[in-house]
């Protein structure tokens, strides 16, 4: 088997360009209607598709890598990202675009495959630190990728953004087929076609409705029909999952109070962390007249990008932190760090170092709170089951971010100020901002101390040889 420390790297890169698939239309996306010759409502399908596909096919990917080889569904995701990028590459109008950035989507499931990996393949000792480098990739991807898509827009066509992910997607899928050794462990029985669909069907219509209300109006007839419709969905999907054999998800294992508490955790985290990259750019971007702080998107990006490189330096001693005090309190320190975070700004954002520091905590509270959610979930779990809990794991900060992005979107939108024409969010507005992500980290935290201590009797876990 090639060296463990040679697997860690293929998959922490693998989660890298996972990542880097939300923030590479960023630097185009505000252009997208005149380069596509689209309305703005059409483009805005750029960014909610890909939203759309990872959190639909990240926990069914994860229930198939579980049965059929968490390896072999990596690099099926990965071809798949590499054909998107293709598509994307070559398309002039809006649908090849939609179709590319779906595709894209896939590869989010990576992150989790990669972590159940990590639990099949590792030394016990070594498995919290890896686990905390992968997740770790979840920030760092993005704030990483943001210059480097700013500067590949401003000095080229915006197609080459599309080259290169699938230049990377093609990279990536040669590591993986070279250092990542086949998954032995397999969880018998048929796939639960039935119940991927029915899941697909009511995330969609949940997910639909969460961010596109403030395009389609909350009270609208397609919103209603979508959040009602999906919700109506799942709970019949959660009825036939429990009464069958082999279900996509074991909702009995989704139940157990660790479990449980840590994916509604999740969810709250992904809030407050998906609040801050949208509302710090905005700041940091919006002309001095209006009272922000005139920077470009690249310089923009460069304030915001120590939260990821935080994520990456703090992911060894979370791994430490770990195994001394356990994952439970890792997180509780995550939540605390983004309240502190949030309270920061409420105070001090009126200098462009004032961001710069709140972006650094940021990045201490989601480089501990993502690096223990695994941990505290594959604690809980039959080795069995690893794949699709952390693909659930994932399928809820999903749901985080995405209600963010709606919450937070539809504040911006709503407390406006009419300059020189143009509508621009007032600094009520982004107080408000800051309160709602600050609520999110004391419900993370709420939650994180509910959470029990000890490891969970189900786990059982063979000692690997180093």
């Not at 923009?300 to 001693?317: C, E, F, H, T």
Request: proline share 5%.
């Amino acid at each position: 088997m090639p060296p463990q420390g040679a697997i860690v790297a293929v998959l922490a890169i693998a989660g890298l360009a996972s990542s880097f698939m939300f923030t590479l239309v960023v630097p185009i996306q505000a252009k997208l209607p005149e380069l596509l010759n689209a309305s703005r409502e059409d483009t805005a399908w750029v960014v909610t598709a890909t939203l759309l596909a990872a959190a639909v096919i990240t926990p069914i990917a994860g229930r198939l890598g579980d049965m059929y080889g968490k390896r072999r569904i990596v690099l099926v995701l990965l071809a798949v990202l590499v054909a998107g990028s293709v598509i994307a590459a070559l398309s002039t109008g809006i649908a090849g675009l939609i179709v590319g950035r779906t595709l894209q989507g896939a590869v989010t499931g990576v992150v989790p495959l990669g972590i159940s990996i990590l639990r099949d393949v590792l030394h016990e000792r070594r498995v919290d630190s890896a686990i905390a480098l992968i997740s770790a990739t979840l920030g760092v991807g993005g704030a990483i990728g943001l210059p480097i898509s700013a500067l590949i827009t401003q000095y080229g066509d915006w197609h080459g953004l599309f080259w290169v992910s699938a230049g990377l997607g093609v990279a990536v899928f040669a590591l993986v087929l070279w250092i990542v050794p086949v998954s032995v462990l397999r969880t018998a029985g048929r796939f639960d076609y039935v119940g991927a669909a029915g899941l697909t069907v009511g995330l969609l219509g949940v997910l639909l409705a969460i961010s596109r209300g403030n395009e389609w109006g909350w009270t609208s007839l397609p919103v209603l029909a979508c959040g009602v419709g999906g919700i109506l969905v799942l709970l019949v999907w959660g009825w036939y999952e429990l009464r069958i054999d082999g279900p996509l998800l074991d909702l009995r294992v989704a139940a157990r109070r660790p479990v449980l508490l840590t994916n509604l955790a999740s969810i709250a985290m992904g809030f407050a962390l998906f609040a801050s990259n949208v509302v710090y750019p905005q700041m940091l971007e919006l002309p001095v007249a209006t009272g922000g702080f005139g920077l470009s998107l690249f310089g923009a990006s460069l304030i915001v990008m120590p939260a990821g490189i935080m994520m990456m330096i703090l992911s060894p001693y979370s791994g430490r932190l770990a195994r001394t005090v356990g994952p439970k309190l890792l997180l509780v320190l995550g939540a605390v760090s983004l309240i502190v975070s949030y309270g920061f700004t409420l105070l001090l954002s009126t200098e462009v170092w004032h961001l710069f520091v709140a972006n650094v905590v940021i990045g201490v509270g989601i480089g501990f709170g993502y690096a223990a959610m695994p941990m505290l979930i594959m604690r809980s779990v039959p080795q069995t089951e690893t794949g699709a809990s952390n693909g659930l794991n994932a399928l809820c900060r999903s749901l985080g971010t995405s209600t963010a992005a709606a919450v937070i979107g539809a504040v911006l939108a709503t407390h406006v100020v009419q300059i020189d024409g143009a509508a621009v969010p007032t600094a009520d507005a982004f107080r408000l901002s800051f309160v709602l992500g600050g609520v999110a980290a004391v419900i993370a935290l709420a939650v994180a101390l509910c959470i029990p201590r000890a490891r969970d009797p189900h786990e059982r876990r063979p000692s690997l040889p180093e």
